[in-house]
């Protein structure tokens, strides 16, 4: 029996072993989507205890908690500091198999030192630790960054958002890496929601009242350029239900809302079809990265929403992505010479081999359009070994650009160390299995590409 996650943690292979630790082990990070806070950075915050650390705003604790009976007084009320983590500590034992489980050790080990099963009998013992260590040099927002070689990482930012923080970071020759803006114009393209007429003032009160079609998309280049000169290298979207048509009037439609009026579903599809083809046009021009994540349903529990508002742990997986709109919108742009690189993510498991396929016809001397890391709900050892099989299988594997946090945790860099655990692993069962000669440095060539320097490229860092 294996000693409780040491350092073959997930190897259990010879070479998969070798290939982690003297190949993947050292790599430095780029962490091209995440929801870190570029306010806290400039600031250095510092973070008293693990509560504050690990628990502020980490919705996937938070559903732990719940499906384990903790009342909500102390997963995002007001309960004491350390009350809250003894209630999370009490359930950690509970999450035997889940990614939840292995993260926290992962992030006390690495973090803290710290290789004690996290328990209520140990939580007192851990938390004394962790706060005493907290409390010296090296531990302040940046330093955590640092410590993961963390090389660059981009956020997730608003079209209308003045960028004054992302800025400052560029500005202070103390920062150790690049933190970059994202363009995320999702309340531009959704329509349809509470969210769209604010959404529309704001960028207008930065780039000039909108008032119709041509307007806004004046004020969205603008925005765009806005990014692009402030180190943008990517962009993201966020797609409950893909929506797409290739013609109509999108003028119109967005005429209609703008007055208030009621739009229907094919006129939605109309709006966001012509939105969707002018924006990826606009980041092909800028050498942005365009990402599509499709999938989820945000927000379905009504009391949770009302308690705590969007990004509270009511979301699960959603229906599958209709793969002729996914195409039609891919060749769209491809036809016009306009499709950007593009990175597909699926949270719905049904989707994983249409869009690893899907990527693959839009090759364009290499992985153009790619087949994202295992997303959110797929975030485990499940998940980032089936995503590791459909590349594999589409001959993809070796223009993988890798991991990502999509975390709003600072000690959340560990998961690319899981990442690069699993993808070790499985190279090396391929190999021992005598389907692949043991050219370690063909094979650790490939790991460093897949782990960080894809990445570098792919993004232009």
Known sequence: MKQFMNEEFLLTNETGSRLFHDYAANCPIIDYHNHLSPKEMVERRRY????????????????????????????????????KFLRFAQIVPKLIGSPVYHWAHLELQRYFGINTPLSGDTAKEIWDETCEILSGDGYDAVSLLDKMQVKALCTTDDPADDLQWH?????????????????????????????????????????????????????????????????????????????????????????????????????????????????????????????????????????????????????SIGASTDPFLLGAFLGDLESSNALPKTILYNLNPADSAMLATMAVNFADCGARVQYGAAWWLHDHIRGISEQ????????????????????RSFTSFTRHEYFRRILCNKLGEIVERGEYPCDMEALGSMVQDICYRNAVKYFGL
């Open 167 to 315: 800025r400052k970071l560029a500005e202070d020759p103390t920062v150790p890496f690049k933190a970059l803006p994202s363009f995320r114009p999702d309340r531009f393209l959704h329509i349809d929601q509470a969210a769209f007429p604010t959404a529309v003032e704001q960028l207008g009160q930065r780039y000039g009242a909108i008032s119709d079609w041509d307007s806004l998309l004046a004020a969205l280049s603008k925005s765009l350029d806005f990014f692009a000169e402030s180190g943008c290298k990517v962009t993201d979207h966020g797609f409950i239900r893909f929506r797409y048509a290739q013609g109509g009037d999108a003028a119109a439609v967005l005429a209609k809302v703008l007055k208030g009026e009621a739009v229907s579903e094919e006129e939605i599809a109309v709006y966001q079809g012509a939105l969707l083809r002018f924006l990826a046009a606009e980041y092909n021009k800028r050498g942005l990265v365009m990402q599509l994540h499709l999938g989820p349903i945000r927000n379905n529990s009504p009391k949770l929403m009302k308690c705590f508002g969007a990004d509270a742990g009511g979301d």
């Open 388 to 407: 590791l099989d459909q590349l594999l299988e589409t001959g993809a594997i070796s223009s993988s650009v890798g991991m990502l946090t999509d975390s």
């Open 48 to 83: 008293q205890n693990l509560t504050q650390l690990w628990l502020e705003g980490d919705h996937y604790k938070w559903r732990c908690m719940r499906m384990n009976g903790v009342p909500e007084e102390y997963v995002t009320g007001n309960a004491p500091e350390y009350e």
